[in-house]
T-cell receptor, first 114, second 109 residues
Framework: DGGITQSPKYLFRKEGQNVTLSCEQNLNHDAMYWYRQDPGQGLRLIYYSQIVNDFQKGDIAEGYSVSREKKESFPLTVTSAQKNPTAFYLC?????????????FGPGTRLTVT | RKEVEQDPGPFNVPEGATVAFNCTYS??????FFWYRQDCRKEPKLLMSVYSSGNEDGRFTAQLNRASQYISLLIRDSKLSDSATYLCGRAGNTGKLIFGQGTTLQVKP
């Protein structure tokens, strides 16, 4: 089955630790995105990648880093510099980086930092 | 003003009712719009894409009014299973989606 997988579903970390969230897709999509959702809020874009080995900052990139070494993988690292890291993190992908292409989401990772 | 705004609701309607939500946007150059449905603690799932004036899929109709800069979602004959949060997303040239905060719908028996 084609789709987007994110792991783990739940993640708990202590303050001051970096943590990496996994996102894999087997849809052969060029573009991939990371969003963050806080309770009662919409989604906010953290980083996006239009093609392998290239990525751009979204609206709230501070305290996060990404890599795109393979087409199917777009891991997100939440660093200790991120002031409020507890949130629901959603990865998405689309055929290409254009307004006409629909984005499809993975099941998300709930990160709790204490 | 936020780039994409939605009334958070909740909208409480009886089964069988027709309900409509609006989503207003501030960027007149917006290319495309998407409605997503999000169940509690789940990922958003694509409900409908809108590229021109509107789109219809069964009981769901989306209408885009570019002059007034809003897009609406109409749900006819509401079912209990329609209870969810509905997210409106606006796409720009690079494919980046800007989302509203979502509108919560509760359909009651």
């Amino acid at each position: 089955d084609g789709g987007i997988t994110q792991s783990p579903k739940y993640l708990f970390r202590k303050e001051g630790q970096n943590v990496t969230l996994s996102c894999e897709q087997n849809l052969n999509h060029d573009a991939m995105y990371w969003y963050r959702q806080d309770p009662g809020q919409g989604l906010r874009l953290i980083y996006y990648s239009q093609i392998v080995n290239d990525f751009q900052k979204g609206d709230i990139a501070e305290g996060y880093s990404v890599s795109r070494e393979k087409k199917e993988s777009f891991p997100l690292t939440v660093t200790s510099a991120q002031k409020n890291p507890t949130a629901f993190y959603l990865c998405a992908s689309s055929i290409g980086a254009s307004s006409v292409y629909e984005q499809y989401f993975g099941p998300g990772t709930r990160l709790t930092v204490t | 003003r936020k780039e994409v705004e939605q009334d958070p609701g909740p909208f409480n309607v009886p089964e069988g009712a027709t309900v409509a939500f609006n989503c207003t946007y501030s960027n007149s150059a917006s290319q495309s719009f998407f409605w997503y449905r999000q169940d509690c603690r789940k990922e958003p799932k694509l409900l409908m894409s809108v590229y021109s004036s509107g789109n219809e899929d069964g009981r769901f109709t989306a209408q885009l009014n570019r002059a007034s800069q809003y897009i609406s979602l109409l749900i006819r004959d509401s079912k209990l299973s329609d209870s969810a949060t509905y997210l409106c997303g606006r796409a720009g040239n690079t494919g980046k989606l800007i989302f509203g905060q979502g509108t919560t719908l509760q359909v009651k028996p």
